[in-house]
Structure formats: C-alpha cells, structure tokens
C-alpha cells in the first residue's frame, strides 16, 4: 500500500482557469466587481509560469481555446438571426418554438462576455506561444506583462459591456 504524498495533490494551473471563469460570470449576473476580481486572479493564474506544458501558452490551451470561440461564434450568430426582426420568425420554426425572438435577444447579450473573454485568452495564448517559439525568454514578459494587458483588455471590455446592459 502507497501512501499519498502532498507533491501528488499539485493541482494543474490551467484547471483554475475554470472556476475563474464561473465566478467572473456570477460576478457579471450580480454586477459585484468585488466578486469578479478573485475570478480575474484565478482566470489569469495560470500564465504565470512559463513551463510551456502547464501555462495558457501551450498549443493544446490555444487548441482549446479555439474550440470553445467556435462554439460561442456559432451560438451568438444563431441568437443574433434569432433576434433580428426579418430572421426570427426563421430561427423560431427552426428550433420548434424554443428559441423566441425576446429570449434570442437575451442571450445574444449574454453570450458577449464569455466570447470577448475567451478571444482575449486566445489572443494573450497566441501572442505568448509566438514569442516562446521566437526564443524569447524574458520572464516579466509572461508572468507580468502579458497577463496585465489581459486583464486590462477584459475590463475595458466590460466597461463597454456595462454600459449596453441596462437592467
């Protein structure tokens, strides 16, 4: 019988890229910033090593990353047919009545968020992958600099955002 040892409870970065992701969201339905500042922390923690295999900057993160852009692309154009006064009536048959041109409109609002926060990962991703392979090695550039650029780009972000959701 082996017994378990603390380095066998290392948890894997880009794991909390997850909960950050879940609570930013909350932090968003709530409109508290106060809870959406641990999301940031936790949702940008994992570039902050440059371990290739373990960080936001690997190709399998960026892959990843790309599937889920394509997935919230497709899902904001059908909710954006689905609100628009000539296409809804389309998008409405289509779904068998599921999709109504109100609740089309809500979640093509909704979906702005998640799609401008995974297309900021995947810009910070790329950039960062880019530059590892150019055998740039400067560690402030990817513990501090390209994280701090992310989260500034994600706050603007939601400042526009913000400011279209009236509620």
Not at 40 to 53: E, H, Q, R
Not at 119 to 134: E, Y
Request: glycine share 6%.
């Amino acid at each position: 019988m082996q017994s378990l040892r603390i380095s066998d409870l290392r948890i894997n970065k880009i794991t909390l890229i997850y909960p950050g992701i879940l609570t930013m969201a909350l932090a968003m339905y709530l409109k508290s910033w106060f809870i959406a500042v641990p999301g940031i922390v936790m949702a940008v923690y994992p570039a902050l090593g440059i371990d290739i295999a373990n960080s936001i900057y690997s190709p399998s993160f960026q892959r990843r990353t790309a599937w889920i852009l394509l997935a919230l692309s497709i899902a904001e154009a059908i909710t954006g047919f689905g609100a628009g006064p000539a296409t809804s009536s389309i998008v409405y048959s289509l779904t068998f009545g599921a999709l109504t041109r109100g609740l089309a409109l809500q979640l093509h609002i909704l979906l702005i968020a998640p799609l401008s926060l995974f297309f900021i990962i995947h810009i910070a991703s790329g950039i960062g992958l880019a530059l590892i392979r150019r055998r740039i090695t400067w560690r402030p550039l990817y513990t501090y600099v390209i994280p701090s650029a992310l989260i500034v780009l994600f706050l603007i972000t939601m400042y526009l955002y913000s400011l279209l959701v009236i509620i």
